[in-house]
T-cell receptor, first 113, second 113 residues
């Protein structure tokens, strides 16, 4: 069964450093998403992406964040200058057209020291 | 953000019995609802969904009920199995406002054998 994959599973970085989280969505899906879950809090929406542009973004998704689909398979989330409060699980999700169900990857645990 | 609430942090059920997980929402514009299951160190796994035009959807051991007037939905698992032990998230979206999922806080289900 096709699934969303994410790398790395765990990323440790120093405050102020740039990180890139990578996702490979399900191959025939057209809509892509990033969510995050800070420890002890709800899963929260960051950004949605379709047709090579951002469809919607939350207030969290400020100028420090960017997304890109650099090729036909990868979908990345970049945080330019990480802060301590960026420490969280980051989940990628994808969806096919004609359905409203989003399928999630296993997540990347980002730890900012 | 309290638009989707799961008021029971945990639920313990005997194997073979029914598990009922509850979810309330405040935004009457939500028109699609999903349940996800999550094991530790994994991403949310889609279980079952329901559109606001229906009041029930069934898939094997899982049934979701929607009461629009009460802004309430529930997930029934019958019979419960030890492998069902996980965190269950209710999520909602407003289709005309994009496809960002709004999650509840989750309910930890423990099925005792």
């Amino acid at each position: 069964e096709p699934e969303v994959t994410q790398t790395p599973s765990h990323q440790v970085t120093q405050m102020g450093q740039e990180v890139i989280l990578r996702c490979v969505p399900i191959s025939n899906h057209l809509y892509f998403y990033w969510y995050r879950q800070i420890l002890g809090q709800k899963v929260e929406f960051l950004v949605s992406f379709y047709n090579n542009e951002i469809s919607e973004k939350s207030e969290i998704f400020d100028d420090q964040f960017s997304v890109e689909r650099p090729d036909g398979s990868n979908f990345t989330l970049k945080i330019r200058s990480t802060k301590l409060e960026d420490s969280a699980m980051y989940f990628c999700a994808s969806r096919n057209s004609g359905t409203d169900t989003q399928y999630f990857g296993p997540g990347t645990r980002l730890t900012v020291l | 953000d309290q638009q989707v609430k799961q008021n029971s942090p945990s639920l313990s059920v005997q194997e073979g019995r029914i598990s009922i997980l509850n979810c309330d929402y405040t935004n009457s514009m939500f028109d699609y609802f999903l349940w996800y299951k999550k094991y530790p160190a994994e991403g949310p796994t889609f279980l079952i969904s329901i559109s606001s035009i229906k009041d029930k959807n069934e898939d094997g051991r899982f049934t979701v009920f929607l009461n629009k007037s009460a802004k309430h939905l529930s997930l029934h698992i019958v019979p419960s199995q030890p492998g069902d032990s996980a965190v269950y998230f209710c999520a909602a979206l407003y289709l005309e406002y994009g496809n960002k999922l709004v999650f509840g806080a989750g309910t930890i289900l423990r099925v005792k054998s």
